[in-house]
């Protein structure tokens, strides 16, 4: 059975930095895609970033130039490198993989406050 494992959320200061992991176990071949959504409390869950297996990479435009998502295609693991982070960043944050089929993690609470 396939999972994704995710870490790294937490409480932080605007401005501070978190960075945010997500390991697959279980067989998973050929993953297309790894990314992040997140959802706000009482909001809709969004796309945040995702790379593809190209290399090639999607932001929202409200977190370009402050995300940046990486892969370790070795390990089946995608990082969110979160810097100069903002109270409106503060949501629950979803990683997923697409193969042949879409595959969700449990979620990370990323807090941004005072």
């Known amino acids: 059975q396939v999972q994704l494992v995710e870490s790294g959320g937490g409480l932080v200061q605007p401005g501070g930095s978190l960075r945010l992991s997500c390991a697959t176990s279980?067989?998973?071949?050929?993953?297309?895609?790894m990314g992040w959504y997140r959802q706000p409390p009482g909001k809709q869950r969004d796309l945040v970033a995702l790379?593809?297996?190209?290399?090639?990479?999607h932001y929202t435009d409200s977190v370009k130039g402050r995300f940046t998502i990486s892969r370790d295609r070795a390990k089946n693991t995608v990082y969110l490198q979160m810097n100069s982070l903002k109270p409106e960043d503060t949501a629950v944050y979803y990683c997923?993989?697409?193969?042949?089929?879409?595959?969700w993690g449990q979620g990370t609470q990323v807090t941004v406050s005072l």
């Open positions: 997923y993989a697409v193969s042949a089929s879409t595959y």
């Open positions: 279980g067989s998973i071949f050929s993953i297309d895609a």
């Open positions: 790379i593809r297996s190209s290399g090639s990479t």
